[in-house]
């Protein structure tokens, strides 16, 4: 789960890096704070793992994150008539989702 | 499904209905034979699953079992990429790929001693590949950079210590684990932007652009005739605006003018059944001149609704454009959507914006409609 994790840092760095890049083109930090936020919480959920423990907090994150994702694939399909894209299908979805079936395995 | 759109040897994916746009968002048609490959291995891992019971495979815990899938799906995909291809050097490349993430495989289920750095090894290389390829200009879509994301995860299952007590090397991994995402992430963009621009009809549009299907052909005197009139009208009809008082009597939004592409919009013009009418453009556009006094350099407009083609009177000297995958927040604009698949947290992606038409009053410029250059802008706006 650690490792999961760890990808989901590296995918919201990314996210992080054009926040930053956007910033200076359109006003508002609201990327950069969320993102700088996410990574925080990542890496505290990180150190959690590393010493055997799941936070309650991690199932919210996780949830959050897949009720994010089915917003803008409902946007999508709504707008554009498109289906789910496989990146995001995999960062998005199938990524939290796993996270959350480790979480329920590991918690007693 | 996802179709393909080819153009003097560029390929550019049909998104969504009647428009392409970067492959960087789809799959390109030669990958599909990839995807089926991976459809058949997930349909086939139980079958091979019990085939590895008298392996090393078998001994593994959760993680590497993971690692090994993921393994064997890219080596899959490597192979669905020599077979989707014709004969050129990339597919030699892509040969070399499979040999290169099949042995790995095979050492991972032989198991014994040192097995682990060859194989994190054969990852390594075909990540660096991948990143080259993308700085070299080569365009990623869906199915690349899905695969990348399965090999990273497995490098860094790989590399990671069986204990966190190792803290210098957890410490060590997590940063190589974060810079690899950050590196495969930008050098998609940049393969992205690299491969693609223009906005005339058969170009390849870079991230964030559609394009209506179509191909790109000289106009006729008539075209050209019609095209010089709209230019003349617009830039007669919108010279009032560089009065930014005026611009605001008439209902734009010039409030806030900064950057050098800032898009002052009027709400009321945007619904007002008036399509493409050079006195009533539904937006502005101003930059921000050395000076520091805002200029106008063109005006944009847009149809009213999703999906409604703009008129062309002028033909492919008037090409309309939308944009795809566009984060908004609150406050307004931000990035694109990321290679992988997401926007900043606190954004929405836009999965499509009505149509619209740029035509710049910058004297001079290459093409009045459409594409104005940034050196061009630039020029203008260090003369003012």
Redesign the interface.
């Known amino acids: 789960m ?3 994790l ?2 989901q ?11 930053a ?2 910033s200076l ?4 930090p ?6 700088t ?2 990574i925080a919480a990542l890496m505290w959920f ?1 150190w959690a793992a ?2 055997g423990r799941s936070p309650r907090s991690l199932v919210w994150f996780e949830r959050s994150l897949l009720v994010w994702f089915l ?2 694939t409902a ?2 399909l709504g ?4 289906p789910l ?8 979805l199938v990524l939290p989702l796993t996270i959350l079936s480790l979480v329920k395995r590991t918690r007693p | 499904m996802t179709s393909v759109y080819f153009h003097e040897g560029e390929t550019a994916v049909a ?3 009647g428009y392409v746009g970067s492959p960087m ?3 390109v048609s030669e990958h599909w034979i990839a ?1 089926i490959l991976v459809g058949v291995l997930i349909a086939g891992s139980r079958l091979i699953r019990k085939r590895l019971a008298n392996t090393a495979y078998a001994g593994l815990d959760h ?1 590497h079992r993971m690692a090994f899938w993921l393994l064997l799906a890219s080596a899959v995909v490597h192979l669905g990429l020599v077979l989707g291809h014709d004969l050129d050097g990339y597919t030699v490349l892509y040969a070399a790929g499979t040999i290169l993430l099949a042995a790995a495989t095979w050492l991972m289920l032989r198991g014994g001693r040192g097995w682990r750095p060859i194989v994190a090894t054969a990852l390594a290389v075909s990540l660096l590949a991948y990143v080259i390829a993308m700085v070299a200009g080569e365009t990623p879509d ?2 690349g ?2 695969t990348k ?1 399965a090999e ?2 497995a490098l ?2 790989l590399l ?1 210590p069986r204990t ?1 007590r190792t803290r210098y090397r ?1 410490i060590a991994v ?1 940063g190589l ?2 810079f ?3 590196l495969v ?2 050098s998609g963009w940049i393969g992205a932007f690299s491969g693609g621009g223009g906005h005339h009809l058969g170009d390849v549009p870079t991230p964030g652009v559609l394009l209506p299907i179509g191909d790109d052909r000289d106009p006729t005197p008539a075209e050209q005739a019609a095209h010089d009139l709209i230019v003349a009208e617009v830039i007669r009809h919108s010279a009032q605006y560089a009065d930014l008082a005026v611009a605001a009597a008439a209902g734009y939004d010039v409030s806030d003018i ?2 050098s592409d800032y898009h002052a919009a009027n709400e009321a013009f945007k619904s007002d059944d008036h399509v493409f009418d050079p006195q009533r453009p539904e937006n502005l556009i101003y930059g921000i001149a050395d000076s520091g006094e805002p200029v106008l350099l063109g005006v944009m407009f847009e149809m009213e609704k ?1 999906r409604q083609a703009g008129p062309a009177p002028a033909g492919p000297l008037t090409v309309w454009h939308a944009h ?1 995958h566009v ?1 908004f ?24 914006t009505n149509e619209m038409l740029h035509i710049w009053t910058v004297p001079n410029a290459e093409e009045p409609v459409g594409e104005l250059e940034d050196w061009e802008r630039d020029a203008y706006l260090s003369t003012r």
């Open positions: 650690r490792i999961l760890l990808v840092v590296g995918i919201f760095f990314v996210s992080l890096l054009e926040a890049v956007a083109l359109f006003p508002g609201i990327g950069v704070v969320g993102n936020f996410a990180i590393g010493r917003l803008d946007l999508s707008l554009a008539h498109r894209e496989l990146v995001p299908t995999l960062t998005r | 998104l969504t209905d968002y789809g799959v995807l993680p869906q199915v950079l899905a994301l990273l995860t860094a299952i990671s966190t957890l997590n684990t974060i690899l995402f950050l992430g930008v900064n950057g999703l795809d984060c927040t609150v406050t307004g604009l931000g990035p694109l959507v990321s290679p992988w698949g997401g926007c900043p947290i606190g954004h929405m992606a836009v999965p499509m």
